[in-house]
């Protein structure tokens, strides 16, 4: 190591590929949630207010033309995106309190409303919430494609991804989103507030046949650029590529 004094700071230059990143956004952490549960709700099992303000006022469509139709959690655009309340308080249609965001980020904020069949939860350590959710579009967009060989393989990666439920089942005593999300309502005040330690490494794996209508508009935009008869190619160019 060289001695610090020896150095002439007038003389360092920055590498020029410092910094490069600070204009990628940080998201917030992505953590299991469940909707408040509100005496007299009449749609307990919707994911977007049902109040006719939010709709016949223009809020749904407000929100996600502000927010240019940008998962608040993981950045992914679709025209499908959904309306997200982020106090999971489906009554508080302030502003700040509505965002933009993705079927599946919203999948994982909506744990007892997922239904039955739907998701499970799996333990999949060192991925992030986002990286997991990104992978899994990737999957269900391969398992549309024309090509068998390519559905064969999103086939695999998903017994694989779905199969770490067997994890959950067996330190948890259930895979089910719903027991999570009831157990999340139980939760007192600092519990909740401590939730990602306590489902550090938990996954929402979500049964692609639920998504079908997503997918299919999915290939039209953000993968139209990677239509999926070119992955292969990608994948050489990526693995071939000079150091
Ligand atoms: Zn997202």
Redesign the pocket.
């Known amino acids: 190591m060289r001695d610090p004094e020896i150095i002439d700071i007038a003389s360092v230059q920055p590498k020029a590929g410092l910094g490069a990143n600070f204009d990628s956004p940080t998201?917030p952490t992505?953590r299991f949630s469940t909707k408040c549960r509100i005496l007299g709700d009449p749609s307990p099992q919707a994911i977007e207010p049902t109040d006719p303000s939010f709709v016949n006022d223009g809020l749904r469509q407000a929100t996600l033309t502000r927010e240019g139709h940008r998962?608040?959690?993981?950045?992914?655009y679709s025209s499908q995106?959904e309306v997200h309340n982020v106090n999971d308080n489906h009554r508080d249609m302030q502003p700040e309190n509505l965002r933009s965001?993705?079927?599946?980020?919203?999948g994982w904020q909506h744990l007892g409303e997922l239904g039955n069949g739907n998701a499970v939860i799996a333990y999949v350590p060192g991925l992030r919430g986002?990286d997991v959710?990104?992978l899994q579009r990737t999957i269900m967009v391969a398992s549309q494609s024309d090509d068998p060989g390519l559905r064969d393989d999103a086939k695999t990666l998903l017994n694989w991804l779905a199969s770490h439920r067997d994890y959950t089942t067996e330190a948890w005593g259930t895979h089910d989103p719903r027991v999570f999300g009831d157990a999340l309502v139980k939760l007192n005040e600092e519990a909740r507030e401590k939730r990602e330690v306590l489902f550090q490494n938990l996954a929402v794996i979500f049964n692609p046949e639920s998504y079908r209508q997503q997918v299919t508009a999915w290939v039209g935009e953000s993968y139209r650029a990677f239509p999926t008869n070119q992955w292969a190619r990608v994948y050489h160019d990526v693995m071939n590529a000079p150091a």
């Open positions: 998201y992505l998962c608040v959690f993981c950045g992914f995106n965001i993705d079927s599946l980020c919203h986002q959710n990104h």
